[in-house]
């Protein structure tokens, strides 16, 4: 198995523009999350999916952050516009009912400039 | 805000010695759990202790959760150097699997 997959990897962005990260869960997981790390406030959960459906966004900062799930392998999080505060490591994660062990992708480094 | 704390935030220990982490936590919790995440890449689950459990083991790692002190332990015995990593406690409160994570401790083991 792949494991959770995360692009890009890195993305360096000035403020103002729209950054699209995009997730792909483990096949079989019913569940996805998106986080957020920084020094500052540690690990946030922003949004927690299952079965492609919204169940959480309370961790969602503000309007200017949107997440979709449109089927089971592939989900986004968009944040537009951005601002310098946005930078952070974003890592999505995904589970299976029956297990509570989540499963974390590699993390997408964003930089706003 | 956090609802789990560790402590201490850093540990330094030479090869072969023993490694115990502390979290603390808030509120009522349906099972904690341990993660590992080695720098610049995405978190590892470790072990996970439910609720009514109050001593878990797994290779060498023991957990201990004591629920009266909202309170739990990891050791890592034997330490190696390449347990050098951020390790994470996290609470589901929930029963939703949503998970809120504490700030970590950074274990150092040179060898």
């Known amino acids: 198995d792949a494991g959770v997959i995360q692009s890009p990897r890195h993305e360096v962005t000035e403020m103002g523009q729209e950054v699209t990260l995009r997730c792909k869960p483990i096949?079989?997981?019913?569940?996805l999350f998106w986080y957020r790390q920084t020094m500052m406030r540690g690990l946030e959960l922003l949004i927690y999916?299952?079965?492609?459906?919204?169940?959480?966004d309370s961790g969602m900062p503000e309007d200017r952050f949107s997440a979709k799930m449109p089927n089971a392998s592939f989900s986004t999080l968009k944040i537009q516009p951005s601002e310098p505060r946005d930078s952070a490591v974003y890592f999505c994660a995904s589970l299976r009912d029956s297990n509570n062990e989540q499963f974390f992708g590699p993390g997408t480094r964003l930089t706003v400039l | 805000s956090q609802q789990g704390e560790e402590d201490p935030q850093a540990l330094s220990i030479q090869e072969g010695e023993n490694a115990t982490m502390n979290c603390s936590y808030k509120?009522?919790?349906?099972?904690l759990q341990w993660y590992r995440q080695n720098s610049g890449r995405g978190l590892v689950h470790l072990i996970l202790i439910r609720s009514n459990e109050r001593e878990k083991h797994s290779g060498r790692l023991r957990v201990t959760l004591d629920t009266s002190k909202k309170s739990s332990s990891l050791l890592i015995t034997a330490s190696r150097a390449a347990d050098t990593a951020s390790y994470f406690c996290a609470t589901d409160a929930t029963g939703y699997s949503t998970l809120t994570f504490g700030k970590g401790t950074m274990l150092l083991v040179s060898p």
């Open positions: 509120t009522s919790i349906n099972n």
């Open positions: 096949s079989g997981h019913n569940s």
């Open positions: 999916f299952n079965n492609n459906v919204p169940i959480d």
